[in-house]
């Protein structure tokens, strides 16, 4: 039988207080250069603005006749007065430079009340270099009093003005997701150039768009005639490619124009491509990318895995600026895939690693399972007498630094070190949760298993419940997935044959209706007419013969089922809308391609199917892509091909892409740009990184994926790597996707 241990409450911190916080705050968004007031501007260096320190004017660029210049210590302040119409919310834009080397935070206290602790004002890479921050407060009618207080002894940005517009930001959920910006990214096609960005998940009905082109280092241009209101990507076919373009977006909200986002810059006379090229240091084979925002700048970061030996972790910026390594020590020279090193990362089905913002601060942190002999980001070595017994580790996702470790319980430690596969879930529906899948082999026969989630607060990391397969029969396989099962707004931890729980119970098994050990599966809404998710799952060797099933996710109740004679490692197993002629999702492996709500094939030739290994969104039509073996391919249900042989739209490989171990990539998920997928890869000389991003142009708008709690959850699992599922039906036919119940 399996046992549950809960060890402390899942919640550490008042959730009440912590919902009310969050729920008077908007979204807190960096961007690269002030906007026009809308109802008001008010200048830090003018009455009735109060300035702790000195009205300075020696960095250019400012706005009005000077900026507050604060002190260097904690409780530096700024306060800004202005007059409200009525009671509501008003949206307020913070103008600042900061050219230290940190990201100064401040509390934003409004009418004596702070509304949000610790926000950042990040590095803008020189004093001379002006941002803009912009949060929605609650306001009272008549005079209110804004005041930014410093927290840290760095003390203050310069603040150069404040701008008022009255009328707040969209509702907001309890769920934190990243605070990201536009994600502006340009790619050349040809003589033209595609421009893509953002659409973010709380952003009003009815935003639009202006695209700003600087040539040459020149003054901004804008390319469209009227504020964009369709997909969230801009071809543009004037620009004179031999010449640096760097682009950036503004929204328009009501007829106003906002702050400019951050550019992009494609180089002069740059390659003809659909990719963005990220530098790495020289070093061993990639097997995995992570990404998160490791700074709080809006932008993701990316996290690398070096398969060497001993093993170690690299941390790079946006644009490629090493930021730190982690040497996984002598504990991770056995790389055998099955019963390995206790400080062994990403080998077989394996992974120990992933990036999340864990205590909600606004910068991603880096989980890892360590054990003896890791040295950190900052040079410290990790001692422990025992090298059998491993930890959960946080690391400062800035420095490598580590922030806390937990041991991981020793039940099975006289089988060895456990591998593990780390997920990040919302198991309460707001704190996030580092969930671990571990397992060790009994001699040479079967496996242990133990789920275990995880909680940091940003001071220690503590473990919430431990959960041990013990004698019963839950079947696992090589992917884990955390999502909300059943749409109470908590998620649940789903393997290919059982569902946990938030709170680390048993939900349901899938064993007791035979279903056994198998490698891939999908949990999604594949058929929009029925309440609910939807799982596929293929088997391997499965004695009745089963090769795959289609089940509801909720209650793990089974709707279909496919057998033959005999058995069979089913290997690959795929779900996604590839037939715009038959409603809800396809899915299939190797016995032909089935319309999942129908249960019937879309193609009677079944030697017809498309081979299924990844998808994603790439061509701009609402219906799903392929990636399969470095190939980013359409199958065209009108003319159908065979296997592996569908109509190509990119080689990957082809620009220089190496791909990883079953022909994956480091990452496939929406890393920036429109809600159109990334395709990662390393080169062949593992000193870079190639992000290929769409070049074709869409009319489609959808926000990011990456700020579907669902989607988002998924990009922090590795595992045999498959695609990620939004919450929603994305497809053909599909309905306007409601408002994500998430705050930034």
Not at 199 to 224: M, Q, W
Not at 652 to 679: C, H, I, K, M, N
């Amino acid at each position: 039988m399996e046992t549950f241990t809960r060890k402390v409450p899942l919640r550490r911190w008042a959730a009440g207080a912590a919902v009310a916080l969050l729920a008077a705050v908007g979204s807190f968004t960096a961007s690269a250069a002030p906007s026009h007031a809308q109802n008001g501007r008010y200048e830090a260096e003018q009455p009735p603005a109060a300035c702790d320190g000195t009205i300075d004017t020696n960095h250019s660029g400012f706005s009005g006749t000077g900026f507050c210049n604060t002190p260097n210590a904690v409780g530096s302040a700024v306060a800004f007065t202005f007059n409200a119409p009525q009671a509501g919310t008003a949206t307020i834009e913070v103008g600042y430079a900061n050219g230290g080397s940190d990201t100064r935070p401040a509390d934003i206290q409004v009418n004596g009340s702070t509304a949000r602790s610790a926000v950042g004002f990040a590095n803008t890479g020189a004093w001379n270099a002006w941002s803009a921050n912009t949060v929605t407060v609650p306001v009272n009618a008549g005079a209110n009093t804004v005041r930014l207080v410093a927290t840290t002894a760095s003390g203050l940005a310069n603040i150069d003005y404040l701008d008022v517009a009255m009328g707040g930001g969209p509702t907001q959920g309890s769920r934190p997701m990243e605070d990201l910006d536009r994600g502006v990214v340009a790619v050349r096609n040809g003589s033209s150039v595609l421009v893509s960005w953002r659409l973010l998940g709380l952003d009003p009905t009815g935003i639009g768009f202006n695209v700003y082109r600087s040539a040459g280092g020149g003054s901004e241009v804008k390319l469209n005639s009227s504020p964009l209101t369709g997909g969230t990507n801009y071809l543009d076919r004037a620009a004179n490619l031999s010449q640096a373009n760097t682009y950036r977006v503004a929204p328009v909200v009501g007829g106003v124009e906002q702050a400019r986002s951050p550019g992009f810059t494609l180089t002069a006379n740059h390659a003809d491509e659909p990719a963005v090229r990220i530098p790495l240091r020289n070093g061993g084979p990639i097997n995995f990318t992570w990404v998160g925002d490791l700074d709080g700048d809006g932008d993701y970061d990316y996290v690398v895995d070096r398969q060497t030996s001993p093993q170690k972790i690299e941390a790079y910026s946006n644009e490629g600026v090493f930021l730190w390594e982690v040497n996984m020590g002598p504990n991770s020279t056995d790389q055998n895939n099955i019963e390995g090193g206790s400080a062994t990362i990403n080998v077989g089905h394996n992974d120990g690693v992933t990036v999340y913002d864990f205590d909600s601060d606004g910068r991603a942190e880096v989980a890892v399972r360590i054990a003896n002999g890791v040295t950190f980001g900052n040079g410290v070595r990790f001692n422990h007498a025992n090298n059998t017994e491993q930890f959960i580790a946080i690391l400062d996702g800035r420095t490598g630094a580590l922030r806390d470790s937990a041991k991981v319980p020793t039940d099975y430690l006289s089988d060895g070190p456990m591998y593990a596969r780390f997920a990040a879930c919302h198991l309460d529906g707001e704190q996030a949760s580092l969930v671990a899948f571990m397992k060790n082999r009994v001699g040479s026969g079967g496996f242990n298993l133990m789920v275990s989630a995880w909680e940091f607060d940003g001071t220690s990391v503590d473990m919430q419940w431990k959960w041990l397969r013990g004698n019963g029969n839950h079947p696992d396989g090589h992917n884990s997935r955390c999502i909300d099962v059943d749409g109470n707004g908590t998620d649940e931890f789903a393997e290919i044959g059982f569902v946990l729980n938030g709170d680390g119970t048993l939900r349901y098994s899938l064993g007791s209706q035979g279903i056994v050990h198998g490698d891939r599966f999908h949990i999604a809404d594949m058929d929009p007419s029925r309440p609910g998710l939807e799982g596929y799952g293929v088997q391997q060797d499965n004695p009745s013969g089963l090769r795959e099933y289609y089940y509801d996710a909720a209650t793990g109740q089974m709707i279909w089922k496919h057998t033959r004679s005999g058995t069979a490692d089913v290997g690959r197993g795929m779900a996604g809308d590839v037939d715009p002629r038959h409603p809800g999702m396809e899915v299939w492996s190797f016995d032909g391609l089935y319309n999942a709500p129908t249960n019937r094939l879309t193609e009677p030739d079944t030697s017809l199917r498309p081979y299924p290994q990844m998808g994603l969104w790439w061509d701009g039509d609402i219906t799903m892509e392929l990636f399969n073996s470095g190939k980013i391919e359409k199958w065209d249900p009108s003319n159908p091909t065979p296997t592996n042989s569908a109509p190509r739209l990119e080689l990957t490989t082809g620009y220089g892409g190496v791909l990883g171990p079953r022909s994956q990539p480091t990452l496939l998920a929406d890393v920036f740009g429109d809600w159109r997928e990334e395709v990662v890869l390393p080169n062949s000389s593992y000193n870079q990184l190639i992000i290929f991003t769409t070049d074709r142009p869409s009319d489609i708008r959808l926000y990011t994926l990456a700020h579907n709690p669902a989607y988002r959850n998924d990009m922090t699992v590795k595992g045999y790597m498959q695609s990620h599922h939004v919450d929603y039906f994305l497809g053909a036919g599909m309905s306007t996707p409601p408002r994500p119940d998430i705050t930034y």
